[in-house]
């Protein structure tokens, strides 16, 4: 059977934490020099109806580093922009491609490539969901904390992609999440009612960002605005402002506590400069983690076809 990666629903907590532990290897193997070919005479289609810049360099240098390569498609490239049937596109790339990873709006999207492809489709980005990238970001406390399951994560701003994507990691793998959110921004209220019954550990919302990093381990952010939100971006500014990583803020939280964002960081509007810059973020190791991570889907759902 295909695995195709939708959402962290579609994994079990071995799994995720199995992506996680071959990443950190891969990137031990690629500092000590070894040289992979297991994706050699792979191919994948990238698919993206949106901007990117890690996620895009970093599917294709990971899938380059495997010995695989890519084929890249912008929204306007295909014949989807001009009312090609998915179901149609997803037959016809799966008799070209080894693996399909696709950034769009809508989850339904990522749904029905998946439907139809016989080959594996990686959500690299919905409207509702940006799995990989939580990959990467839990792999990168691994890292710096030794592990996630004990740890105490706090989000600070929209309940948007990556809000939703870190709700579904939290009730699978099993840690405490925060969420400060303004109201009327919510993470989705049917992701949050499933992992709430999943979950083994809390995970909640508040209006309080001082609640939220008091004790945490870990404080994530991201932009106020996401991509397709343009118009409403300037309302948002005002709406978030109380939200904004700053030093006031991190003075509440432990001093040990590691701020993550998966950029594009928007400074001096939900991250200041003086805390993206420090020590203490460690947003440019959770961008080198895209690429590590990536080999590790890559490899697991191509090679293991
Ligand atoms: N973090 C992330 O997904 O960045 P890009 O939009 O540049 O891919
Ligand atoms: N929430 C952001 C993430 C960007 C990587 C967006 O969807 O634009």
């Not at 992979?36 to 380059?64: C, D, N, W």
């Not at 769009?104 to 080959?119: D, I, K, N, R």
């Not at 870990?218 to 709406?239: P, Y």
């Amino acid at each position: 059977m295909v695995s195709h990666l939708q959402s962290l629903q579609d994994f079990s907590k071995e799994e995720l934490l199995g992506f996680i532990n071959r990443a950190i290897q891969l990137k031990e193997e690629r500092l000590a020099g070894v040289t992979h070919r297991q994706l050699a005479g792979k191919t994948v289609g990238l698919i993206f109806e949106k901007p990117s810049t890690r996620t895009r360099v970093s599917f294709e240098s990971a899938m380059y580093g495997l010995g695989g390569q890519v084929i890249f498609l912008s929204g306007r490239d295909t014949q989807l922009a001009r009312s090609e049937p998915l179901k149609d596109m997803a037959r016809v790339m799966a008799r070209y491609v080894d693996g399909i990873v696709v950034r769009t709006f809508g989850q339904e999207v990522v749904t029905e490539l998946a439907e139809y492809s016989s080959v594996p489709v990686v959500n690299a980005l919905t409207d509702l969901h940006h799995p990989c990238q939580i990959l990467s970001d839990i792999m990168t406390v691994v890292e710096k904390k030794g592990n996630i399951e004990k740890l105490k994560i706090a989000w600070i701003g929209d309940g948007n992609n990556m809000a939703n994507s870190w709700i579904q990691a939290a009730s699978r793998i099993g840690f405490e999440l925060i969420l400060a959110c303004p109201e009327g921004y919510d993470p989705d209220p049917e992701i949050m009612a499933a992992a709430q019954k999943e979950a083994v550990k809390p995970i909640t919302v508040t209006r309080s960002p001082e609640e939220a990093v008091a004790q945490a381990d870990v404080i994530n952010t991201d932009v106020w605005a996401s991509m397709g939100q343009e118009e409403e971006a300037e309302e948002r500014l005002a709406i978030f402002q109380p939200l904004q990583i700053n030093s006031a803020l991190m003075a509440k939280a432990p001093a040990n506590a590691v701020v993550l964002h998966c950029l594009p960081a928007h400074r001096e509007e939900e991250i200041t400069e003086e805390v993206l810059e420090s020590e203490q973020c460690v947003a440019f190791d959770q961008a080198e983690n895209k690429m590590h991570m990536h080999k590790a889907i890559l490899e697991l759902l191509i090679g293991c076809k």
